[in-house]
């Protein structure tokens, strides 16, 4: 029988020690959800947060202007494309990829964010904060230009998160469980035919033969895994190793962890070895974007790279999808001097 998460009346944080877990049996029944549906227990030193609901939100000691707030941030989180055509440019929402309202373990929940940042990030090098980190999804995941720093939406989706991280403390010293898209180890070879059957068998019911993903009016059911309609080539998930940490721990939607290693694996790779709307980061030279970005980024990726079936170099183009523009203005590099 297939499980599905429920966060009703879940909140709290506990750091777990050896005997801490049973003596709490709301955040025992969470982690038991967990692990039956084929999640690690977490270990000993990891923090375990349950983010709280919105419902939770309605019996909160909060002054009623900062809740309005905070749901418009819920409600610009999980259906983003009303921001479609100003901000998003394609059929993606910020729940499209961070399940669960954003709360999802293995899911890469986007409260640790609230409470890791500001801090240096790899793929821009330099110090980011949270309005940044924000940022660079509507840059690169929904192919599109962020709200303006300190704009009514952006700080709306920002509340958001650090609602979710109600209770934990800022710049925690342990590890946070749950945190991310963890991939499972990466097989000794991956193959892009495997992949194609796996995807056609097991993703293709909803994300659509040609990975479209399906629509029904101005609403995204099921979000596109490639093509216009999709992230670009700077999207995190482009990542082979995100890609199958995501599928592993998600997919198919309702059945985490019923995929193996290798499916998981192959299926992430097939996946990355189609196209997409252009990195922003492009200077008009694919080979010379990729040698700007792979240390940072793109050696996880097939950006610039061969594809093996047909010779095609992936991402030698200056499509940008619906998108009108390549590089929004939030594209920039700190120096803070």
């Not at 189609?274 to 922003?280: C, M, Y």
Request: hydrophobic share 30%; proline share 7%.
């Amino acid at each position: 029988m297939i499980r599905t998460l429920s966060y009703a009346a879940l909140s709290g944080t506990l750091l777990l020690s050896v005997n801490a877990s049973a003596k709490d049996t709301t955040t025992q029944q969470y982690i038991d959800t967990l692990t039956e549906l084929g999640y690690p227990a977490p270990k000993g030193n990891e923090l375990v947060h349950i983010p709280p609901t919105m419902e939770d939100l309605e019996s909160a000691k909060l002054h009623p202007e900062l809740k309005r707030v905070i749901r418009r941030g819920y409600d610009l989180f999980t259906n983003t494309q009303q921001l479609r055509g100003e901000n998003v440019f394609n059929n993606m929402n910020c729940s499209s990829c961070h399940l669960g309202e954003g709360r999802m373990p293995f899911s890469a929940p986007v409260w640790p964010a609230a409470v890791t940042l500001p801090n240096f990030r790899g793929k821009n090098d330099h110090v980011n904060n949270l309005e940044e980190r924000i940022a660079g999804c509507f840059t690169y995941s929904m192919n599109g230009k962020p709200p303006e720093y300190g704009s009514d939406n952006m700080l709306a989706i920002s509340a958001y998160h650090q609602w979710l991280a109600k209770g934990v403390a800022m710049y925690p010293e342990k590890p946070i469980y749950g945190r991310g898209f963890p991939a499972p180890d990466r097989p000794e070879e991956l193959s892009y035919a495997r992949g194609e059957a796996a995807f056609e068998e097991k993703c293709s019911v909803c994300h659509g033969n040609d990975g479209e993903g399906l629509r029904v009016g101005n609403e995204t059911v099921f979000p596109a895994t490639w093509g216009d309609m999709s992230n670009n080539w700077g999207a995190g998930i482009v990542r082979i190793f995100t890609a199958a940490g995501f599928i592993k721990n998600n997919m198919p939607l309702g059945q985490p962890n019923s995929l193996s290693d290798q499916e998981s694996w192959d299926i992430a790779y097939y996946m990355s070895n189609q196209e997409r709307p252009q990195d922003p980061r492009y200077t008009g030279d694919v080979a010379e974007t990729l040698k700007n970005t792979e240390a940072r980024f793109h050696k996880h990726s097939m950006y610039g790279q061969t594809r093996e079936t047909d010779g095609h170099v992936l991402g030698d183009h200056s499509n940008t999808g619906e998108k009108p523009f390549l590089k929004p203005d939030s594209i920039r590099s700190r120096t803070f001097e």
